[in-house]
């Protein structure tokens, strides 16, 4: 009779406990329910990405001097250099420069150590392809200027959610023309401008 009266007492423990963890997982549930939507629609939306966002790297021909500094600098030796020593000019001459985006980590350390400021990351992070050999950009590819989210008019650019002000959860009902949050290097340098004039 007492071992009978432990096991339900058991079950009586178990059940409670059962019903105290799902009430848990419904309360995450509930209180999802009642916050908007912020799914962005791929295709047909995307994100703005930030200011200094690390995406295809742009590479100018013309203002590259072979110096190889990228390669050095570089966590994985990349960039592919080729260049030969022009003799009556003493310098040497780019024949083909090329990344390849399948093996880059997107460090950003060549556009850091460029001497020439010939490299520069872009906003462009769209580089899906079938083949991993398209994913070697040469110098051609490297030139090309990304096609600005912004100006797509067949996309509908939203901005990231760190850049919403305060207390906005979704950035479809924004005006095109709205202040984000936080304020810009050049108002921080404004303001702190201002107020050594004043002291």
Known sequence: MFKFLQQVGDYAK?????????????????????RRPITVQYPYEKLIPSERYRGRIHFEFDKC???????????????????????????????????????CIFCGNCVEYCPTNCLSMTEEYE??????????????????????VTQDPMVTPLREFA??????????????????????PEEIVEESEASTKQS
């Open 163 to 184: 850049y919403l002000p305060k207390g906005v959860m979704s950035s479809h009902d924004l005006p095109p023309n709205s202040q984000r949050a936080g304020k810009r």
């Open 127 to 148: 580089l899906a392809a079938y083949d991993r050999h398209e994913l070697n950009y040469d110098n051609v590819a490297l030139g090309r200027l990304p096609y600005k």
């Open 14 to 34: 178990e059940t409670v406990q059962a019903a105290k963890y799902i009430g848990q997982g419904l309360s995450v549930t509930f209180d999802h329910m009642q």
């Open 65 to 103: 001097i072979s110096c190889e500094v990228c390669v050095r600098v570089c966590p994985i030796n990349l960039p592919v250099v080729d260049w030969e020593f022009n003799r009556e000019t003493k310098k040497k001459k780019l024949n083909h420069y090329s990344i390849d985006f399948g093996v």
